[in-house]
């Protein structure tokens, strides 16, 4: 059903408004979604990477039109599936479209899992949640922390949690002075005491499926 399409670097696979004919399974590279405020703002959403699909949101709708944008920030390569085509397939395929279901079943989770972090711990719980979930999709053990591999600016990290980049430069310095996170040689963050922000989130210790930053 799909088709090969190399996608590269500060280009987007689509835009908030845009006529949706398509969804896309990343099998390289990496996508943000990110939503735009009615003020013009953006707040990030998702950081998706090999295996996730995006556009989802567009099936089964009347006059169907991307609801976010998603924005290339790591060049690769996704697999294009026509949504009309899609929508026959899962129509005739009970395993495809059960399977279907259980991943917008859990995308789902994951989105109310964010929204919960955020309304219930403020600004600063939703730079924690952050740090948590990045560590969870990107984090590789070092000896004295969980290096979160992925290269990000406290611009693009204050969009997760809805605050300016200013506060998310207060918070972080913050948790430097404690000891909680240091930057590495190339500026990536290494978290190197994980209990601390999970204390002061509230962790419920939900599985890394859900509390994670895809």
Not at 114 to 137: E, F
Request: net charge positive.
């Amino acid at each position: 059903m799909a088709t090969k399409k190399k996608i590269h670097k500060d280009s987007f696979l689509f835009y908030h408004g845009q006529d949706a004919k398509e969804i896309y399974l990343i099998k390289s590279g990496i996508v943000q979604i990110s939503m735009n405020s009615s003020e013009g703002e953006e707040m990030a959403l998702r950081i998706c990477k090999t295996d996730d699909i995006v556009g989802e949101l567009t099936l089964y709708t009347d006059n169907p039109k991307y609801l976010l944008n998603a924005h290339v920030i790591e060049s690769g390569e996704v697999l294009v599936i026509n949504i009309k085509r899609l929508q026959q397939e899962l129509m005739r395929n009970q395993n495809l479209a059960i399977e279907m279901m259980k991943w917008i079943n859990n995308h789902m989770r994951r989105l109310q899992s964010k929204m919960r972090d955020l309304l219930l711990n403020g600004k600063r719980g939703a730079l924690y949640s952050t740090l948590i979930r990045l560590c969870n999709s990107y984090g590789v053990k070092q000896n004295d922390g969980i290096l979160i591999d992925l290269q990000l600016t406290n611009q693009e990290i204050a969009r997760f949690c809805g605050a300016t980049r200013e506060y998310v430069n207060r918070l972080l310095n913050e948790l430097k002075r404690k000891d909680i996170l240091s930057l590495d040689p190339t500026g990536k963050i290494l978290i190197k005491d994980m209990e601390y922000l999970r204390k002061e989130n509230q962790c419920e210790n939900c599985p890394i499926e859900i509390c994670n930053i895809d």
